[in-house]
Protein backbone atom coordinates (compact mmCIF):
# COMPACT_ATOMS: atom_id res chain seq x y z
CA UNK A 1 0.00 0.00 0.00
CA UNK A 2 1.59 3.55 -1.02
CA UNK A 3 1.58 5.71 2.06
CA UNK A 4 -0.50 8.83 2.16
CA UNK A 5 1.06 12.00 2.89
CA UNK A 6 -1.09 14.08 5.25
CA UNK A 7 -1.00 18.12 4.83
CA UNK A 8 0.15 20.38 6.93
CA UNK A 9 -3.11 21.55 9.09
CA UNK A 10 -2.34 25.62 9.01
CA UNK A 11 -1.60 25.15 5.21
CA UNK A 12 -3.89 27.38 3.34
CA UNK A 13 -3.88 25.14 0.08
CA UNK A 14 -6.81 24.60 -1.78
CA UNK A 15 -8.23 20.92 -0.35
CA UNK A 16 -8.90 18.07 -3.19
CA UNK A 17 -5.62 16.29 -2.12
CA UNK A 18 -4.52 13.08 -3.03
CA UNK A 19 -5.52 12.05 0.45
CA UNK A 20 -8.80 13.45 0.33
CA UNK A 21 -9.68 12.09 -3.62
CA UNK A 22 -8.82 8.47 -1.53
CA UNK A 23 -10.81 8.79 1.29
CA UNK A 24 -14.05 9.23 -0.87
CA UNK A 25 -13.87 5.28 -1.73
CA UNK A 26 -13.88 4.37 2.35
CA UNK A 27 -17.13 3.42 3.71
CA UNK A 28 -17.97 6.09 6.56
CA UNK A 29 -17.13 4.97 10.22
CA UNK A 30 -14.81 1.60 9.10
CA UNK A 31 -12.16 3.03 9.99
CA UNK A 32 -11.00 4.48 13.41
CA UNK A 33 -7.59 4.36 14.05
CA UNK A 34 -7.91 5.64 17.74
CA UNK A 35 -9.55 2.49 18.44
CA UNK A 36 -11.19 2.65 22.57
CA UNK A 37 -9.82 6.42 22.64
CA UNK A 38 -11.96 7.80 19.97
CA UNK A 39 -13.76 10.66 21.00
CA UNK A 40 -16.78 9.73 18.36
CA UNK A 41 -16.19 13.26 16.68
CA UNK A 42 -17.39 12.13 13.82
CA UNK A 43 -14.29 12.85 11.23
CA UNK A 44 -14.21 9.15 10.17
CA UNK A 45 -17.53 8.71 9.11
CA UNK A 46 -16.67 11.08 6.73
CA UNK A 47 -13.92 11.11 3.95
CA UNK A 48 -12.29 13.60 6.02
CA UNK A 49 -10.98 10.31 7.54
CA UNK A 50 -8.21 10.96 5.65
CA UNK A 51 -6.59 12.98 7.71
CA UNK A 52 -7.26 11.34 10.93
CA UNK A 53 -3.66 10.29 11.92
CA UNK A 54 -2.87 13.97 12.03
CA UNK A 55 -5.52 15.37 13.04
CA UNK A 56 -7.38 13.47 16.27
CA UNK A 57 -6.50 14.93 19.53
CA UNK A 58 -5.77 11.51 20.55
CA UNK A 59 -3.48 10.07 17.72
CA UNK A 60 -1.62 13.57 17.01
CA UNK A 61 -1.85 15.60 20.10
CA UNK A 62 -0.62 19.17 18.29
CA UNK A 63 -2.32 21.89 20.94
CA UNK A 64 0.49 24.19 20.52
CA UNK A 65 0.60 24.21 16.76
CA UNK A 66 -2.91 24.48 16.54
CA UNK A 67 -3.38 27.48 19.03
CA UNK A 68 -0.76 29.20 16.92
CA UNK A 69 -2.74 28.22 13.89
CA UNK A 70 -5.74 29.80 15.39
CA UNK A 71 -4.84 32.44 17.92
CA UNK A 72 -1.32 34.14 15.92
CA UNK A 73 0.34 32.83 19.23
CA UNK A 74 0.71 30.12 21.65
CA UNK A 75 -0.61 30.43 25.78
CA UNK A 76 1.94 32.14 28.14
CA UNK A 77 2.76 29.74 30.91
CA UNK A 78 3.91 32.13 32.97
CA UNK A 79 0.53 34.08 33.27
CA UNK A 80 -1.57 32.04 35.55
CA UNK A 81 -4.93 33.10 33.91
CA UNK A 82 -3.56 31.99 30.05
CA UNK A 83 -1.81 28.99 31.81
CA UNK A 84 -5.61 27.47 33.04
CA UNK A 85 -7.83 29.19 30.53
CA UNK A 86 -5.84 29.93 27.67
CA UNK A 87 -5.03 32.63 24.92
CA UNK A 88 -7.85 35.41 25.24
CA UNK A 89 -8.61 38.66 24.96
CA UNK A 90 -11.51 39.14 27.09
CA UNK A 91 -13.16 37.34 29.74
CA UNK A 92 -16.20 38.47 31.69
CA UNK A 93 -19.42 36.86 33.05
CA UNK A 94 -22.78 37.09 31.37
CA UNK A 95 -26.48 36.76 30.87
CA UNK A 96 -29.05 36.89 28.35
CA UNK A 97 -31.57 40.48 29.14
CA UNK A 98 -34.11 38.49 27.85
CA UNK A 99 -33.75 34.51 28.28
CA UNK A 100 -35.14 32.28 25.61
CA UNK A 101 -37.32 30.29 26.72
CA UNK A 102 -36.76 25.93 27.48
CA UNK A 103 -32.58 26.71 27.02
CA UNK A 104 -30.22 25.32 29.58
CA UNK A 105 -29.63 28.69 30.87
CA UNK A 106 -30.25 32.05 29.30
CA UNK A 107 -29.38 31.31 25.56
CA UNK A 108 -26.12 32.93 24.68
CA UNK A 109 -24.80 30.31 22.47
CA UNK A 110 -28.42 29.99 20.50
CA UNK A 111 -29.04 33.64 20.25
CA UNK A 112 -25.32 33.75 18.41
CA UNK A 113 -25.77 31.30 16.23
CA UNK A 114 -29.57 32.59 15.08
CA UNK A 115 -28.23 36.30 14.81
CA UNK A 116 -25.55 35.26 12.35
CA UNK A 117 -27.57 33.54 10.33
CA UNK A 118 -29.98 35.67 10.07
CA UNK A 119 -27.71 38.93 9.57
CA UNK A 120 -25.99 36.53 6.84
CA UNK A 121 -22.78 36.15 8.57
CA UNK A 122 -23.02 32.40 7.79
CA UNK A 123 -24.77 30.04 5.42
CA UNK A 124 -25.01 27.21 7.84
CA UNK A 125 -24.22 26.27 11.72
CA UNK A 126 -23.22 22.77 12.98
CA UNK A 127 -25.12 22.13 16.06
CA UNK A 128 -26.78 19.07 17.26
CA UNK A 129 -30.59 18.34 17.68
CA UNK A 130 -31.74 15.29 19.63
CA UNK A 131 -33.30 11.93 18.18
CA UNK A 132 -37.21 11.92 18.10
CA UNK A 133 -37.56 8.92 20.36
CA UNK A 134 -34.67 10.31 22.86
CA UNK A 135 -33.89 13.65 24.17
CA UNK A 136 -30.26 12.68 24.78
CA UNK A 137 -29.65 11.12 21.61
CA UNK A 138 -27.81 13.46 19.63
CA UNK A 139 -28.02 14.22 15.60
CA UNK A 140 -25.82 16.63 14.22
CA UNK A 141 -26.91 19.05 12.14
CA UNK A 142 -25.93 21.72 9.89
CA UNK A 143 -28.87 24.13 11.14
CA UNK A 144 -30.02 27.01 8.00
CA UNK A 145 -32.42 28.46 9.92
CA UNK A 146 -33.17 29.70 13.25
CA UNK A 147 -35.91 27.56 14.01
CA UNK A 148 -33.65 24.49 13.20
CA UNK A 149 -30.99 26.24 15.78
CA UNK A 150 -33.59 26.72 18.24
CA UNK A 151 -34.54 23.01 17.88
CA UNK A 152 -30.95 21.97 19.29
CA UNK A 153 -30.98 24.08 22.59
CA UNK A 154 -30.53 22.37 25.53
CA UNK A 155 -27.21 20.00 25.77
CA UNK A 156 -26.73 16.69 25.21
CA UNK A 157 -24.40 15.50 27.23
CA UNK A 158 -22.77 12.46 24.97
CA UNK A 159 -20.62 11.76 22.77
CA UNK A 160 -21.44 13.32 19.78
CA UNK A 161 -20.13 12.92 15.83
CA UNK A 162 -20.82 16.66 15.20
CA UNK A 163 -18.33 16.54 12.73
CA UNK A 164 -20.05 13.77 10.29
CA UNK A 165 -21.80 16.72 8.59
CA UNK A 166 -18.74 18.23 7.25
CA UNK A 167 -19.79 16.68 3.62
CA UNK A 168 -22.93 17.87 3.84
CA UNK A 169 -21.20 21.41 4.15
CA UNK A 170 -18.64 20.44 1.42
CA UNK A 171 -21.56 19.43 -0.92
CA UNK A 172 -23.87 22.09 -0.47
CA UNK A 173 -20.98 24.57 -1.37
CA UNK A 174 -21.01 26.69 1.38
CA UNK A 175 -18.22 29.24 2.25
CA UNK A 176 -18.98 30.64 5.65
CA UNK A 177 -19.88 28.73 8.76
CA UNK A 178 -20.62 28.52 12.54
CA UNK A 179 -19.05 25.20 13.96
CA UNK A 180 -19.90 24.97 18.09
CA UNK A 181 -18.14 21.80 19.22
CA UNK A 182 -16.54 20.67 22.61
CA UNK A 183 -12.56 20.15 22.68
CA UNK A 184 -12.14 17.18 20.46
CA UNK A 185 -14.18 18.25 18.08
CA UNK A 186 -12.84 21.63 17.24
CA UNK A 187 -8.99 20.02 17.48
CA UNK A 188 -9.50 17.78 14.27
CA UNK A 189 -12.02 20.43 12.96
CA UNK A 190 -9.53 23.00 13.32
CA UNK A 191 -6.43 20.52 11.33
CA UNK A 192 -9.04 19.74 8.48
CA UNK A 193 -10.46 23.20 7.70
CA UNK A 194 -8.26 24.35 5.26
CA UNK A 195 -9.46 21.20 3.13
CA UNK A 196 -13.26 21.93 3.76
CA UNK A 197 -12.67 25.25 0.86
CA UNK A 198 -14.60 27.63 3.39
CA UNK A 199 -13.67 31.43 3.21
CA UNK A 200 -14.46 32.02 7.03
CA UNK A 201 -15.24 29.58 9.97
CA UNK A 202 -16.68 31.16 13.16
CA UNK A 203 -15.95 28.69 16.27
CA UNK A 204 -18.15 28.84 19.30
CA UNK A 205 -16.21 26.40 22.10
CA UNK A 206 -18.17 24.53 24.89
CA UNK A 207 -16.06 23.57 28.25
CA UNK A 208 -16.20 20.08 28.46
CA UNK A 209 -15.40 17.35 30.87
CA UNK A 210 -16.37 13.46 31.93
CA UNK A 211 -18.13 12.96 28.58
CA UNK A 212 -20.38 9.34 28.22
CA UNK A 213 -21.57 7.46 25.43
CA UNK A 214 -25.78 6.89 25.77
CA UNK A 215 -25.06 3.76 27.92
CA UNK A 216 -22.72 5.61 30.39
CA UNK A 217 -25.38 8.61 30.56
CA UNK A 218 -28.09 5.79 31.60
CA UNK A 219 -26.00 4.47 34.47
CA UNK A 220 -25.05 8.26 35.74
CA UNK A 221 -29.04 8.90 35.71
CA UNK A 222 -29.71 5.92 37.27
CA UNK A 223 -27.23 5.89 40.05
CA UNK A 224 -27.68 9.57 40.80
CA UNK A 225 -30.97 11.01 39.94
CA UNK A 226 -34.22 10.04 41.99
CA UNK A 227 -36.32 9.78 38.30
CA UNK A 228 -33.99 9.46 35.52
CA UNK A 229 -36.69 9.02 33.31
CA UNK A 230 -38.12 12.56 33.33
CA UNK A 231 -34.50 14.43 33.72
CA UNK A 232 -34.57 17.22 30.93
CA UNK A 233 -30.93 18.52 31.64
CA UNK A 234 -28.37 18.55 34.58
CA UNK A 235 -25.33 20.20 35.05
CA UNK A 236 -22.30 19.95 37.72
CA UNK A 237 -22.24 23.62 38.92
CA UNK A 238 -20.50 26.10 41.30
CA UNK A 239 -22.01 24.71 43.88
CA UNK A 240 -20.65 21.65 44.21
CA UNK A 241 -23.66 19.69 43.44
CA UNK A 242 -25.22 18.33 40.24
CA UNK A 243 -28.71 20.32 39.08
CA UNK A 244 -31.37 18.26 37.37
CA UNK A 245 -33.76 19.77 35.91
CA UNK A 246 -37.18 17.69 35.20
CA UNK A 247 -39.87 17.07 32.66
CA UNK A 248 -42.51 19.00 35.58
CA UNK A 249 -40.19 21.80 36.11
CA UNK A 250 -39.07 20.97 39.49
CA UNK A 251 -35.12 20.90 40.10
CA UNK A 252 -32.67 17.83 42.30
CA UNK A 253 -29.74 18.75 43.65
CA UNK A 254 -27.18 16.08 43.81
CA UNK A 255 -24.04 17.11 45.84
CA UNK A 256 -20.92 16.08 44.07
CA UNK A 257 -19.75 14.48 47.68
CA UNK A 258 -22.77 12.09 47.46
CA UNK A 259 -22.07 10.64 44.28
CA UNK A 260 -21.49 7.39 43.82
CA UNK A 261 -17.60 6.99 42.46
CA UNK A 262 -17.39 3.40 42.90
CA UNK A 263 -20.24 2.78 40.56
CA UNK A 264 -19.33 5.70 38.25
CA UNK A 265 -15.91 5.52 37.74
CA UNK A 266 -15.86 3.85 34.48
CA UNK A 267 -18.37 5.38 33.33
CA UNK A 268 -16.77 8.38 31.21
CA UNK A 269 -15.16 7.59 27.88
CA UNK A 270 -11.64 7.14 27.50
CA UNK A 271 -11.08 9.44 25.75
CA UNK A 272 -12.44 12.19 28.20
CA UNK A 273 -10.42 10.51 30.76
CA UNK A 274 -7.35 11.55 28.55
CA UNK A 275 -8.76 14.99 27.83
CA UNK A 276 -6.49 18.45 28.72
CA UNK A 277 -8.91 21.16 26.59
CA UNK A 278 -11.49 21.71 29.33
CA UNK A 279 -11.20 24.98 28.28
CA UNK A 280 -12.09 24.65 24.16
CA UNK A 281 -8.53 26.43 23.73
CA UNK A 282 -8.73 26.08 19.99
CA UNK A 283 -12.21 28.30 19.58
CA UNK A 284 -12.80 31.69 19.04
CA UNK A 285 -15.69 32.21 21.67
CA UNK A 286 -16.25 30.34 24.62
CA UNK A 287 -19.34 29.86 26.56
CA UNK A 288 -19.80 28.40 29.27
CA UNK A 289 -20.29 28.75 33.16
CA UNK A 290 -17.43 27.43 34.97
CA UNK A 291 -15.66 30.60 36.13
CA UNK A 292 -18.59 32.43 36.52
CA UNK A 293 -21.02 33.49 39.45
CA UNK A 294 -23.82 31.18 39.97
CA UNK A 295 -26.73 31.23 36.79
CA UNK A 296 -24.53 33.23 35.14
CA UNK A 297 -21.88 31.98 31.85
CA UNK A 298 -18.18 32.72 31.43
CA UNK A 299 -17.29 33.89 28.24
CA UNK A 300 -14.15 33.79 26.86
CA UNK A 301 -12.65 35.71 23.54
CA UNK A 302 -9.87 34.20 22.11
CA UNK A 303 -8.93 36.46 18.98
CA UNK A 304 -10.08 38.71 16.45
CA UNK A 305 -13.22 36.31 15.47
CA UNK A 306 -14.23 35.81 18.79
CA UNK A 307 -14.65 39.44 18.78
CA UNK A 308 -16.68 40.34 16.40
CA UNK A 309 -18.65 36.98 17.32
CA UNK A 310 -19.20 38.95 20.17
CA UNK A 311 -20.19 41.94 18.84
CA UNK A 312 -23.30 40.13 17.18
CA UNK A 313 -25.03 39.84 20.71
CA UNK A 314 -22.95 42.38 22.99
CA UNK A 315 -26.56 44.49 22.86
CA UNK A 316 -28.73 41.62 24.25
CA UNK A 317 -26.46 40.54 27.55
CA UNK A 318 -25.66 42.00 30.53
CA UNK A 319 -21.93 41.74 31.71
CA UNK A 320 -19.79 41.59 34.88
CA UNK A 321 -16.31 41.01 35.50
CA UNK A 322 -14.73 37.74 36.83
CA UNK A 323 -13.65 37.23 39.93
CA UNK A 324 -12.25 34.90 42.58
CA UNK A 325 -11.97 33.34 45.81
CA UNK A 326 -10.89 31.03 47.94
CA UNK A 327 -7.80 28.49 47.72
CA UNK A 328 -8.74 25.34 45.68
CA UNK A 329 -4.80 23.50 46.51
CA UNK A 330 -5.90 21.80 49.76
CA UNK A 331 -9.32 19.83 48.12
CA UNK A 332 -7.97 19.22 45.18
CA UNK A 333 -5.10 16.98 46.96
CA UNK A 334 -7.26 15.74 49.10
CA UNK A 335 -9.72 14.50 45.91
CA UNK A 336 -6.91 12.77 44.38
CA UNK A 337 -6.42 9.61 46.46
CA UNK A 338 -10.38 10.08 47.28
CA UNK A 339 -11.26 9.89 43.64
CA UNK A 340 -8.86 6.46 43.07
CA UNK A 341 -10.28 4.77 46.46
CA UNK A 342 -14.16 5.43 45.20
CA UNK A 343 -14.70 6.90 48.47
CA UNK A 344 -18.47 8.14 48.80
CA UNK A 345 -19.81 10.21 51.45
CA UNK A 346 -23.31 8.93 53.04
CA UNK A 347 -25.63 11.45 51.83
CA UNK A 348 -25.95 13.95 55.05
CA UNK A 349 -21.96 14.05 55.40
CA UNK A 350 -22.41 14.75 51.62
CA UNK A 351 -24.72 17.63 52.09
CA UNK A 352 -22.94 19.20 55.07
CA UNK A 353 -19.44 19.02 53.37
CA UNK A 354 -21.10 20.70 50.53
CA UNK A 355 -22.87 23.85 52.30
CA UNK A 356 -19.43 24.03 54.24
CA UNK A 357 -17.86 24.09 50.52
CA UNK A 358 -19.86 25.92 49.02
CA UNK A 359 -19.48 28.67 52.06
CA UNK A 360 -15.73 28.93 52.27
CA UNK A 361 -14.67 27.04 49.47
CA UNK A 362 -13.19 28.05 45.86
CA UNK A 363 -15.37 30.82 43.84
CA UNK A 364 -15.59 32.37 40.44
CA UNK A 365 -12.16 31.26 38.49
CA UNK A 366 -10.60 29.60 41.54
CA UNK A 367 -13.71 27.36 41.35
CA UNK A 368 -12.93 26.85 37.62
CA UNK A 369 -9.30 26.13 38.45
CA UNK A 370 -10.26 23.63 41.06
CA UNK A 371 -12.36 21.83 38.38
CA UNK A 372 -9.29 22.09 35.73
CA UNK A 373 -6.66 20.94 38.65
CA UNK A 374 -9.14 17.92 39.32
CA UNK A 375 -9.43 16.52 36.28
CA UNK A 376 -6.00 17.18 35.23
CA UNK A 377 -4.64 15.31 37.94
CA UNK A 378 -7.02 12.47 37.72
CA UNK A 379 -6.66 12.89 33.58
CA UNK A 380 -2.88 12.28 33.85
CA UNK A 381 -2.74 9.25 36.28
CA UNK A 382 -5.30 7.42 33.86
CA UNK A 383 -3.36 8.60 30.59
CA UNK A 384 0.04 7.24 32.74
CA UNK A 385 -1.63 3.37 33.74
CA UNK A 386 -3.18 2.95 30.83
CA UNK A 387 -1.24 4.74 27.96
CA UNK A 388 2.46 5.38 29.70
CA UNK A 389 3.95 4.83 25.99
CA UNK A 390 1.99 8.14 25.24
CA UNK A 391 2.02 9.75 28.06
CA UNK A 392 5.03 12.50 27.25
CA UNK A 393 3.83 13.58 23.99
CA UNK A 394 0.08 13.66 24.81
CA UNK A 395 -0.04 15.86 27.23
CA UNK A 396 0.19 19.43 26.80
CA UNK A 397 3.12 21.84 27.99
CA UNK A 398 0.26 23.26 29.98
CA UNK A 399 -1.14 20.29 31.14
CA UNK A 400 1.97 19.16 32.98
CA UNK A 401 2.96 22.66 34.45
CA UNK A 402 -0.96 22.32 36.13
CA UNK A 403 -0.44 18.73 37.82
CA UNK A 404 3.37 18.91 38.23
CA UNK A 405 1.69 21.29 41.41
CA UNK A 406 -0.01 18.04 43.29
CA UNK A 407 2.04 14.64 44.53
CA UNK A 408 0.36 11.76 42.89
CA UNK A 409 0.50 8.42 43.80
CA UNK A 410 3.28 6.04 42.01
CA UNK A 411 1.39 3.49 41.07
Request: proline share 6%; glycine share 8%; net charge neutral.
Amino acid sequence: MTAVNLPDPTSTDKPRTLAHRRAKGLRPGSLKPAKELCSECGLCDTHYVAYVRNACAFLNQQFETLETASHGRQRDLGDERELYFGVHREMFAARKTEPIEGAQWTGIVSTLACEMLGRGLVEGVVCVQNSKTDRFGPVPIVARTPEEVLAAKVNKPTLSPNLSVLEQIEQAGMKRVLAIGVGCQIQALRAVQHEIGLEKLYVLGLPCVDNVNRAGLQKFLETTSRSPETVVHYEFMQDFRVHFKHEDGSEELVPFFGLNTKELKDVFAPSCMSCFDYTNGLADLVVGYMGAPFQWQWIVVRNETGAEMLEVIRDCIETQPVSSSGDRKQAVQQSIPAYDMGVTLPMWAARLMGVFIERFGPKGLEYARFSIDSHFTRNYLYTKRNYPEKLEAHVPEFAKKIVSQYELPEK
